[in-house]
């Protein structure tokens, strides 16, 4: 929407000002709520000027004045009302629309963010952003701003018809401007300062409460239910704690203002009395001065009160604006072939999540079109990262990953991820129907048809049939209604509607039972033919036909051959094949 410094380096006003810059795009409305309120704030002052006329109507006993009183106070009450309608309908308009605006662009830059920003993060952390933290620019960019607004055209009219009343007395009233602003700076700097504190301590909360609810089964088995309700306690009193911090500041900081103001008005009164400055005056214009000089600390308690709410909004916004500007996951390609043949080649690949501690080092494999590699070793050889680098969720920090004779970075990203299809360990489903999470994102068009077809190919179609409403049944939240045989069958379908020329498979069966395995395979015999495959597996049954098995170990390459080659080698596969598959080995009929 704007350009500006990173989020993280703006000033609580450079913040404030980026957050008013898009009420550009509605600047219609803007200016008709701003001249409602105009109209409004205008009414207040009329309100002032109605009383002299009623009370030297009065003293002077002129009947024809007195019989307007009614018709006078109607109009003012209307137009106060119109008035107020206008400014609160129009700029509440505009600021839920700021807020839309950006909760969109916000979930918009999750979608981009690289795979770091997630990993790095938790869930509980980034959703306190969109939820919480929006709120919190909600309150500024609707309720202070329709009260600065509103109450801030009341004051200058208020203040402008006292100027026109006795400019000199008037002047008195300014004599407390340079302490009331000190306070409320300073008051200012406090709010934004536990502002941030509240909105980290909301993310703590968020993040408890998340993962919580994902892992309930661990803690009831595990007996955390005492452990997850002290975790929760702890966050939710440092949230009261700077929550209360902040009460106690505004419950300071809004009576010493209102408290210079009082002190201002007492001394307008006391010389507005001295009888130098009553000559002359009217009783009526008398007591509308001091009726429009009290008139004032309405507005100007309410514009103190909403210090709290924009210093809120500004570090909640900041917040927000660092998120925006982070950078997004790099996509400067522009090849777009329509089907890759899928020869993938690592040349000399280092790669490192923290610096220092490599995760793979010097991977050099030459993958061909059609051929399946299996990729075996201990948990934490590098395996899923190496796949990972493929699919660019990570950059390699050395050497370069190519496909089909190009750098995979010259490839769009949205062509290159739609050539590979995943089927993880990991099974994420949505809380939606069968059908839609077979026929999930970019494949929503595909017809009953091609989704029972795949479904057949992954032995899910069965067991869809026999559910209440078969592929119109909901799986609930990360598809809790359903075994994780069932969620790995439906995760397997979606890759094969994706009919993608390069397959990972990682764990793909490690969730099914031998009998469901038997058959998945031999699916996955029939998919992976004319497809490049990665096959990360534990299970014998899964790697003994690969075309090429590459055992690594640290990060490195440490040998590759045939399941045949590699056991008469009797080096590191051969150890790993005595103690890692024995069990598969002897529950698995048939198996060599």
Not at 140 to 147: F, H, M
Not at 253 to 265: E, G, H
Not at 412 to 431: C, E, G
Request: aromatic share 8%.
């Amino acid at each position: 929407m704007s350009t500006s410094p990173a989020g993280g380096s703006l000033t609580g006003a450079q913040a404030y000002r980026r957050l008013l810059r898009y009420t550009r795009k509605f600047w219609v409305f803007f200016l008709i709520g701003t001249l409602g309120f105009l109209f409004n704030g205008l009414t207040e002052a009329a309100s002032a000027k109605l009383i002299q006329y009623i009370i030297d109507a009065i003293q002077h006993r002129n009947q024809e004045h007195m019989n307007w009183f009614p018709v006078l106070v109607i109009a003012v009450v209307a137009m106060r009302g119109i008035g107020s309608f206008i400014g609160n309908y129009f700029l509440s308009l505009v600021s839920r629309s700021i807020v839309y605006e950006m909760r969109r662009e916000l979930f918009d830059k999750l979608l981009v963010l690289p795979a770091a920003y997630y990993h790095l993060n938790s869930p509980g952390h980034i959703a306190a952003k969109i939820i919480f933290n929006v709120e919190q620019v909600a309150a500024a960019a609707t309720d202070a701003l329709k009260t600065m607004v509103r109450e801030g055209f009341i004051v200058i009219t208020l203040l402008s018809y006292l100027f026109y009343m006795n400019w000199r007395l008037s002047l008195s009233l300014f004599v407390i401007a340079p302490m009331a602003a000190l306070l409320v700076r300073a008051a200012g700097k406090r709010f934004r300062k536990l502002s941030s504190r509240i909105q980290n301590a909301m993310g703590d909360v968020n993040h408890v409460v998340n993962e919580t609810i994902l892992a309930f089964q661990v803690v009831k088995n595990y007996g955390g239910e005492k452990f997850e309700r002290e975790r929760f306690d702890k966050a939710s009193r440092e949230n009261l704690r700077q929550g209360m911090k902040m009460v106690v500041t505004a419950a300071i900081s809004t009576p010493m203002v209102q408290l210079l103001l009082a002190v201002a008005m007492g001394g307008v009164i006391w010389i507005a009395l001295q009888p130098a400055l009553m000559q002359g005056i009217t009783a009526g214009e008398f007591v509308s001065y001091i009726v429009a000089a009290g008139m004032l600390q309405k507005p100007v308690r309410a514009l103190t009160d909403i210090n709290e709410k924009i210093q809120r909004g500004i570090a909640a916004s900041t917040d927000v604006f660092q998120l925006l500007d982070m950078p997004p996951e790099s996509d400067t390609g522009t090849l777009a072939p329509a089907r890759l043949q899928g020869d993938i080649e690592f040349r000399h690949v280092g790669f490192a999540y923290q610096e220092g501690n490599p995760v793979l080092r010097d991977i050099s494999l030459h993958v061909r079109p059609g051929q399946t590699v299996a990729l075996v070793g201990r948990s934490g050889s590098g395996k899923t990262s190496l796949v990972n680098l493929l699919q660019r969720y990570y950059e390699p920090g050395e050497g370069e990953i190519r496909i089909d004779g190009h750098a995979v970075e010259e490839y769009r990203l949205d062509v290159l991820r739609r050539q590979i299809a995943t089927v993880s360990q990991k099974v994420v489903l949505f809380d939606d129907s069968i059908f839609n999470n077979i026929a999930y994102g970019a494949f929503r068009d595909r017809t009953r048809e091609d989704v029972e077809r795949v479904a057949r190919a992954a032995y899910a179609h069965d067991f869809i049939m026999q559910l209440p409403l078969g592929y119109d049944t909901r799986v609930g939240q990360d598809g809790v209604q359903l075994s994780g045989g069932q969620r790995q069958r439906l995760a397997i379908a979606r890759a094969l509607i994706k009919d993608a020329p390069i397959l990972v498979l990682d764990e793909a069966t490690s969730a099914l039972d031998n009998e469901s395995e038997f058959h998945i395979q031999s699916a996955l015999e029939e998919v992976m033919k004319g497809r490049t495959t990665l096959v990360i597996a534990h299970r014998l049954s899964t790697i003994e036909k690969a075309d090429l098995i590459v055992v690594m170990d640290q990060g490195c390459i440490v040998e590759t051959g045939t399941h045949a080659e590699l056991l008469a080698r009797g080096g590191s596969y051969a150890q790993l094949h005595s103690r890692n598959f024995a069990d598969d080995e002897a529950a698995t009929p048939g198996a060599v």
